[in-house]
């Protein structure tokens, strides 16, 4: 007999993009999560909240084993940012910062428990670093939101890619308002353009460019869509984190 002690619900997440770091260990780039999931077994007479806690630091050994491997950058990774003088220590402190969103008790005595990161809470350390100035008064722009279509090029997911243009000079890479940078992450991926977080994310009149895949975390794009990019710097579209990305990898 099992029974559910508590359950988040998804709406949407049999729609996400999602990679694979290990066994049990995955990161859900639609939701900006890490997702994790461990048990643990009675032993003899031990209560269950003794087997809660087993399970618990099981969550957090495989973190600590597994979180590395996550890619900030298409140069950086965790692991990277980890060994850093300026982030690691930020970071070791954020690492136990995960929930539980599913705890199962069963009669034999085991607990099995699905926890989740943010990545977006995570990595503000980091974010923060790529900021700009809140301005004033932030324009509102020719574009609600940026719309990059990778499709059909491989592009693997990263935290914070970059965008260039047909000369590779970069053109975005994660700049948000020092503001928004505290409560946002600065893109969501999905693997197509109707996922219901995309209308969200960017609002009613999107920037949509097409972009090819430019070396890891990179994309890069024409010199029309280039243009149209650029008119976005500055205005709330970049500034509040409204981008999207689409790749079918």
Not at 91 to 96: E, F, K
Not at 222 to 229: K, P
Request: glycine residues 10%.
């Amino acid at each position: 007999m099992m029974w559910l002690l508590l359950t988040v619900a998804l709406a949407g997440a049999e729609d996400d993009l999602t990679s694979e770091l290990a066994r049990g260990v995955s990161v859900n780039w639609t939701r900006g999560v890490v997702q994790v999931e461990a048990g643990s077994y009675r032993a003899g007479a031990q209560a269950a909240k003794a087997v809660e806690q087993s399970a618990r630091l099981a969550i957090d050994d495989r973190l600590a084993d597994e979180l590395g491997e996550v890619p900030v950058t298409g140069a950086l990774s965790v692991d990277d940012l980890l060994q850093s003088a300026d982030f690691g220590p930020p970071l070791v402190s954020r690492r136990s910062r995960w929930r539980v969103v599913e705890a199962v008790y069963a009669a034999s005595g085991k607990v099995d428990l699905q926890a989740e990161l943010s990545l977006q809470d995570f990595l503000k350390p980091y974010t923060l670093s790529l900021a700009v100035p809140t301005p004033p008064t932030a324009q509102e722009g020719p574009h609600t939101g940026l719309i990059v279509d990778a499709r059909g090029e491989g592009l693997a997911p990263v935290y914070v890619p970059t965008v260039s243009g047909p000369d590779g000079a970069p053109i975005w890479s994660g700049e948000m308002y020092d503001e928004d940078a505290v409560t946002t992450a600065p893109c969501v991926w999905v693997a197509h353009p109707d996922h219901p977080v995309v209308a969200e994310r960017v609002g009613a009149s999107p920037l949509r460019v097409k972009g090819v895949a430019d070396g890891a975390g990179r994309v890069r794009v024409g010199a029309a869509d280039a243009a149209a990019l650029r008119s976005l710097k500055g205005t709330m579209a970049l500034g509040h984190g409204r981008v999207v990305m689409v790749t079918d990898l």
